[in-house]
């Protein structure tokens, strides 16, 4: 595949105008906002519909080798970007945030880093288990699908995309669009699922609502109003002004810290591969980090460049909300590309196992969140819980809207417990380490033995979780637990 700098240009100046129109869209159709879908899940929509699947199979071809309404290289374009975005997002997703020591994230997010993790190890548990009795050999699949619960549900939409790539070097290339059609399944599914037992709860007692805490328009909503600057932070933002008048632009700069924590990451999977080559994979042997994508690793040089803002007291020359601009940018590019690419046909052929696949993963994600997290979350375990019973279901956001309707004053310190267990947390699972070597590893060793291990890793959080934090009670007003 090769494009021009033209073309490509071409392709992201159409990603933003179909971004453009899906935010008219949700201003205009209240049902959308309803919803809690995110504008680039709808602009994805909209370029698919707009694609080869659906209108390029009603119109006349207006391009020579292209039907749908865009030409061949747009839509390679936009096959390619996720794969390079998605970079980017993982690489900004720590700089400029506050790192603390273990102890003190332990002691404020453990109930939630257990019921996170016994989540997303789960699903690998329940996807790989429903492979191995029923996709396997009743529809003749890939051992891999087991992981796509994983990947698409925890994960997301930017990790499925991210691994498009992955997909297709192991020989599975319809597990990206299917991946991709469970991420899109897990955000409806997480969010009407939650509401509907929010208000639940609400009758039931478990949580207090006032009339109204519980109708935020939307994701994007919910991130304006988060991201209203204090006083402090204005103060800050012209102190910075000042000081950078006559320099390069913050945004630049902020940018260039993306780049050099991708590179740091590049540097380090690029080490590891080659120890990986002379080492066990010599002369055809096993080969595992040669399919791990870069975006996993690149988090880690962004905690690397953030360790060393630290270590040298920049902290105030690097802003947490910028970097949110640009992962947030470049995350909505990723969907949009992502879903516009998006294979009908795969989905339809293998419509009865992405079905089930659904089913099985949704139904995981309320066991855990009734029966399991109120036995390891000592208090106010719904408001924390139903966090990262969204986050499993689709994205970060869902989580947070999600603990927005149930707490919408955050009376309960859920929001600060779930922003410190990410920190345990996606390193590892919903897009991290493991996420992208879960494909190879099947590949390697089969899925009954990533079955047992990620069994293993289930029972034992769960255990952990409920002879540990199952017996403890909070301390008043410290917004931890000591045993009881």
Do not use: C
């Given at each position: ?407 919408p004053k955050n009376e309960s310190g859920a929001l600060e417990s779930f922003g410190y267990k990410q920190l345990m947390f996606e390193p590892i699972v919903g897009g991290g380490l493991f996420t992208a070597a879960a494909l190879p590893l099947i590949a390697e060793f089969g899925a009954l033995a990533v079955l047992i291990f990620a069994a293993l890793l289930t029972v034992g959080w769960l255990a952990f979780g409920l002879l540990y934090f199952g017996r403890m009670v909070p301390e008043r007003g410290k917004g931890r637990w000591k045993k009881s």
């Amino acid at each position: 595949m090769t494009m021009t700098v033209g073309e490509l240009f071409i392709a992201l100046v159409l990603i933003g105008l179909v971004l453009l129109a899906s935010n008219a869209l949700r201003l205009w159709l209240p049902w959308l906002r309803r919803l809690f879908l995110p504008s680039s899940v709808i602009g994805g929509l909209l370029l698919l519909l707009m694609g080869p699947d659906v209108l390029g199979k009603a119109l006349p071809t207006f391009f020579e080798e292209s039907p749908g309404l865009f030409p061949a290289y747009v839509q390679e374009s936009w096959a390619a970007l996720p794969g390079l975005l998605i970079n980017v997002v993982f690489a900004a997703l720590f700089i400029g945030k506050a790192i603390p020591g273990l102890r003190t994230i332990w002691l404020r997010a453990g109930p939630q880093v257990v019921v996170g993790q016994t989540m997303a190890w789960g699903q690998y548990v329940v996807g790989l288990s429903l492979a191995l009795l029923v996709l396997v050999p009743v529809f003749n699949m890939n051992p891999m699908v087991g992981a796509l619960i994983e990947i698409g549900f925890e994960g997301g939409h930017g990790t499925a995309a991210g691994m498009a790539d992955t997909f297709e070097e192991l020989g599975f290339e319809e597990g990206a669009d299917l991946a991709l059609g469970l991420a899109t399944v897990g955000i409806v599914a997480g969010v009407l699922i939650g509401t509907v037992l929010i208000n639940i709860a609400a009758r039931r007692g478990i949580i207090k609502l006032q009339d109204g805490d519980n109708q935020p328009e939307g994701p994007d909503e919910l991130m304006r109003e988060d991201e209203r600057p204090s006083t402090a932070e204005f103060s800050e933002f012209k102190k910075d002004l000042e000081q950078e008048a006559g320099t390069t632009d913050p945004l630049s700069l902020h940018i260039g810290l993306v780049g050099i924590a991708i590179v740091i990451g590049w540097l380090i999977l690029s080490g590891l591969q080659w120890i990986e080559q002379v080492t066990w994979a010599r002369d055809g042997g096993l080969e595992i980090l040669a399919h791990v994508p870069l975006f996993p690793i690149a988090m880690i040089g962004g905690v690397i460049v953030q360790l060393i803002v630290m270590r040298f007291g920049l902290e105030r020359h690097v802003s947490s909300r910028t970097m949110s601009r640009i992962a947030g940018t470049a995350l909505d590019f990723t969907i949009v590309a992502a879903l516009a690419t998006l294979s009908l046909t795969t989905l339809g052929e293998h419509f009865l196992p992405f079905l089930l696949l659904a089913v099985v993963g949704i139904a995981w994600g309320l066991f855990v969140l009734i029966v399991i997290a109120p036995r390891v979350i000592p208090e106010n375990w719904f408001e924390r819980g139903v966090g990262d019973f969204g986050q499993s279901m689709g994205v970060t956001v869902t989580g947070l809207l999600l603990m927005r309707m149930a707490d919408p004053k955050n009376e309960s310190g859920a929001l600060e417990s779930f922003g410190y267990k990410q920190l345990m947390f996606e390193p590892i699972v919903g897009g991290g380490l493991f996420t992208a070597a879960a494909l190879p590893l099947i590949a390697e060793f089969g899925a009954l033995a990533v079955l047992i291990f990620a069994a293993l890793l289930t029972v034992g959080w769960l255990a952990f979780g409920l002879l540990y934090f199952g017996r403890m009670v909070p301390e008043r007003g410290k917004g931890r637990w000591k045993k009881s």
